[in-house]
């Protein structure tokens, strides 16, 4: 579970579970949120535009390798 | 029109807003009969504990009482009850959380497990964290209750000490911070103002509600952040020392630079946790000594 501790300037503060706390950027959190509101984070991986990174990523590698 | 308005909110507040002398709800704190008393040559000390980011302020009585005004964030456990084993301290007569923002009661459940504990002071506010409900578990679990701390709420009232709250004034903030119990120090001469994260309105709330804010060493309110340490309200305060209880290099920059210039230009001592780490503050009454 994922509540809202604070807000400090650009960051939610968010407790996760046993009392971890980490900052999550307020832009990623919706505008109406408040403290002590319970949030759903979901993170996918985009599997399309990954393949797409990793072979432009991959050609303008090879292109700067000599050997 | 703008001028009608801002006597209107003014009226507004100081109705709103008790007055801080009428009020007086303990009554465990009765004066120390002469039998009882201690020596007047004891001084009161107030420890401005190197926390990292976040609050916890230990004070030690004359009469031989101690207080705990927050207990940091989560991670500080150890550190705090390690500070207050080496000072030789068994019971926290008061202990205050200021608002229920993990920077400030962290470790309050932690404390208030290892120490006994005596009052527990705490405003009307509450959060849905897990480290919220670990705290009020803490508080039920030793059988305590809390007293709600709020502007008129005498702590201490003995001879020439007394702990008065000056804020919240009103029960009804959007930020948690506003909630933050204000809490003023007084031994003879020499005050102390502990203002948790007590924001710009709750400072003007204050201020509104005529209360006296004068005192030689204020705890700047949250961290130093620019939502704190109104104009108004640092005239007002009129301190020659500013204590700012902060983490290096933290994410969120405090102090803000806002903040450090109005410090400044009030020539006004800056002490910072993250620079020269627990701060300590002792005095007979008359003078300050650290």
Avoid at chain 2, 10 to 32: E, I, M, R, Y
Avoid at chain 2, 256 to 283: C, E, M, P, Y
Wanted: charged residues 20%; glycine residues 8%.
């Amino acid at each position: 579970m994922f509540i809202v501790d604070r807000f400090e300037g650009d960051w939610a503060v968010v407790e996760y579970n046993k009392r971890m706390i980490f900052n999550l950027p307020r832009f990623l959190v919706p505008a109406g949120a408040k403290e002590g509101d319970v949030i759903i984070i979901s993170v996918k991986v985009d599997t399309g535009i990954t393949k797409k990174l990793n072979t432009e990523v991959s050609k303008m590698a090879s292109d700067l390798f000599q050997d | 029109m703008r001028r009608f308005i801002l006597l209107l909110l003014a009226v507004l507040f100081l109705v709103g807003c008790s007055n801080p002398l009428t009020q007086k709800v303990n009554t465990k704190d009765k004066p120390a009969s002469p039998a009882v008393s201690q020596s007047q040559t004891e001084n009161l000390k107030v420890h401005f504990l190197d926390v990292g980011q976040g609050d916890s302020i230990l004070v030690q009585f004359p009469n031989g009482k101690n207080m705990l005004v927050d207990a940091g964030a989560n991670e500080s456990a150890s550190t705090i009850i390690n500070y207050l084993n080496s000072n030789g301290i068994k019971k926290l007569d008061y202990l205050v959380g200021t608002h229920p923002h993990e920077d400030h009661i962290g470790s309050l459940d932690a404390v208030i497990n290892h120490f006994e504990i005596g009052e527990v002071l705490m405003p009307k506010a509450t959060t849905n964290t897990k480290t919220f409900r670990d705290v009020l578990a803490a508080i039920k679990n030793k059988r305590l209750r809390a007293t709600t701390a709020k502007a008129g709420v005498s702590v201490i009232s003995d001879g020439n000490l007394s702990v008065d709250i000056l804020g919240p004034c009103g029960d009804t903030y959007e930020s948690l911070n506003n909630y933050s119990a204000v809490i003023k120090i007084k031994y003879g001469d020499v005050a102390f103002l502990l203002t948790g994260d007590a924001e710009a309105l709750s400072e003007q709330e204050i201020l509104a509600a005529g209360a006296d804010v004068r005192a030689q060493v204020l705890k700047v309110g949250h961290h130093g952040s620019e939502s704190s340490t109104s104009a108004e309200f640092l005239k007002a305060v009129n301190s020659e020392y500013a204590v700012i209880s902060v983490g290096a290099g933290n994410d969120y920059h405090h102090p803000h630079q806002v903040t450090l210039n109005k410090l400044r230009k009030a020539g006004i001592k800056v002490l910072r946790t993250d620079q020269i780490g627990t701060i300590v503050f002792s005095t007979d009454g008359r003078n300050i000594y650290r």
